[in-house]
T-cell receptor, first 114, second 113 residues
Framework: GNSVTQMEGPVTLSEEAFLTINCTYT??????LFWYVQYPGEGLQLLLK?????DKGSNKGFEATYRKETTSFHLEKGSVQVSDSAVYFC?????????????FGEGTQLTVNP | KAGVTQTPRYLIKTRGQQVTLSCSPI?????VSWYQQTPGQGLQFLFE???????NKGNFPGRFSGRQFSNSRSEMNVSTLELGDSALYLC????????????FGPGTRLTVL
């Protein structure tokens, strides 16, 4: 079945540092890949997505590239801010015939200190 | 457009009781999915409804059920509550034309005592 593995957290950075959160996946076919962010006490917000190999998703300074050869979708940001502190989830959505079920990674807690 | 709304936001129940949670999708979205989030198991898919029909179901016991109404609003029900059912229950909706992207509500925090 489908699975997603994220780097173990938590991750603590200083403001303006470079961020990488690793994500690898196992899936049949050609899944769509996502990063969601969850702020304390809230639901999940879609951060970015990519639907095919070599696609780059980007939003609010965050980027991730769909790498089929390495089955990865690492999240990067060049300069983090305190307001980026949250939990980040990598996820995949399988083939359309299986519905739109999302499979999530474990989540990575990011703390950015001023 | 208003986002996905879930009611209630917080709920406290005791073991053995049952509970019903409600979700209103984004206007025009006909697909609604439910997920359970716990510290131990993470985010797990419960089920998906589309046009009042269950399309997909996760690996949860029969105590977990759901339904969808003609206006796309959805409810999920958990009967005979157990302590392990304490979780954040998240509802998500997606537009019909985009099969893979889901938009989440704020969740209902259920505590079972």
């Amino acid at each position: 079945g489908n699975s997603v593995t994220q780097m173990e957290g938590p991750v603590t950075l200083s403001e303006e540092a470079f961020l990488t959160i690793n994500c690898t996946y196992t899936a049949t076919g050609y899944p769509s890949l996502f990063w969601y962010v969850q702020y304390p006490g809230e639901g999940l917000q879609l951060l970015l997505k990519a639907t095919k190999a070599d696609d780059k998703g980007s939003n609010k300074g965050f980027e991730a590239t769909y790498r089929k050869e390495t089955t990865s979708f690492h999240l990067e940001k060049g300069s983090v801010q305190v307001s980026d502190s949250a939990v980040y989830f990598c996820a995949l959505s399988g083939q359309e015939t299986s519905g739109s079920r999302l499979t999530f990674g474990e989540g990575t807690q990011l703390t950015v200190n001023p | 457009k208003a986002g996905v709304t879930q009611t209630p936001r917080y709920l406290i129940k005791t073991r053995g009781q049952q509970v019903t949670l409600s979700c209103s999708p984004i206007s025009g979205h006909r697909s609604v999915s439910w997920y359970q989030q716990t510290p131990g198991q993470g985010l797990q898919f419960l089920f998906e409804y589309f046009s009042e029909t269950q399309r997909n179901k996760g690996n949860f016991p029969g105590r977990f059920s759901g339904r969808q109404f003609s206006n796309s609003r959805s409810e999920m029900n958990v009967s005979t509550l157990e302590l392990g059912d304490s979780a954040l229950y998240l509802c998500a909706s997606r537009p019909t034309a985009v099969w893979d992207t889901q938009y989440f509500g704020p969740g209902t925090r259920l505590t079972v005592l």
